[in-house]
């Protein structure tokens, strides 16, 4: 992956391209991405979702997202509410250099790590010629 490529976001509302019939907010949640030889790594922020809501999905080459915070109540007056409910949504290209079956995902406290290991390149080999 070329550093040009990616870019920080600051916390926004996902501009959805078609209506919904459910009432509710989806956030891109702040996600590092790192890249070694032998995998790409994607860490996503989801504060409140819990393993159950949390949905990873792969298809034409697009990794999706999704996580979903169950509503909390809380009694008594508010005084401060800085924290707005909502979902998380955040999709990416997945190149060609993945091993998309081999894809894992694990989340623990909120943090979302997605391991995306890269195929390993073609070796080369001798094909052998029969006689017609």
Do not use: H
Not at 86 to 105: C, H, K, M, P, W
Not at 113 to 119: G, I, N, Q, R, S
């Amino acid at each position: 992956m070329r550093e040009k490529e990616l870019q920080v976001q600051e916390k926004q509302m996902v501009q959805q391209d078609s209506e919904t019939t459910k009432p509710e907010k989806y956030f891109i949640p702040a996600v590092d991405i790192f890249e070694d030889e032998e995998k790409v790594t994607v860490m996503a922020e989801m504060p409140g979702v819990k393993n159950t809501g949390v949905d990873v999905s792969l298809e034409d080459d697009v990794l999706t997202i999704r996580g979903n915070r169950e509503e909390v109540t809380l009694e008594g007056r508010p005084l401060l509410q800085e924290y707005e409910s909502g979902s998380y949504l955040r999709r990416f290209t997945v190149a060609e250099t993945i091993d998309q079956d081999n894809i894992r995902a694990a989340m623990t406290n909120g943090l979302l790590k997605v391991e995306l290991p890269k195929a390993a390149p073609a070796q080369p080999r001798k094909i052998e010629v029969q006689a017609g």
